[in-house]
């Protein structure tokens, strides 16, 4: 089963394999809805974060 905490574990997993402490996250769609996730579970390992388009339940307009 794929859910967003073992999507969120696996980028935590792929940092510690590349030697990376902390990120700059940029996440969209599903994406953006994980990096949430990894900033909620591994805080110390999110420099910063953009998220866009996280949620089709979204009224915002982006261009």
């Not at 909620?40 to 339940?57: A, D, L």
């Amino acid at each position: 089963m794929h859910n967003k905490k073992y999507m969120a574990a696996d980028i935590v997993g792929l940092m510690d394999a590349l030697g990376f402490d902390s990120v700059h996250l940029v996440g969209a769609s599903m994406g953006g809805m994980i990096s949430q996730t990894v900033a909620i579970e591994y805080p110390e390992r999110v420099r910063s974060q953009r998220i866009r388009r996280n949620s089709e339940n979204c009224s915002f307009n982006y261009r």
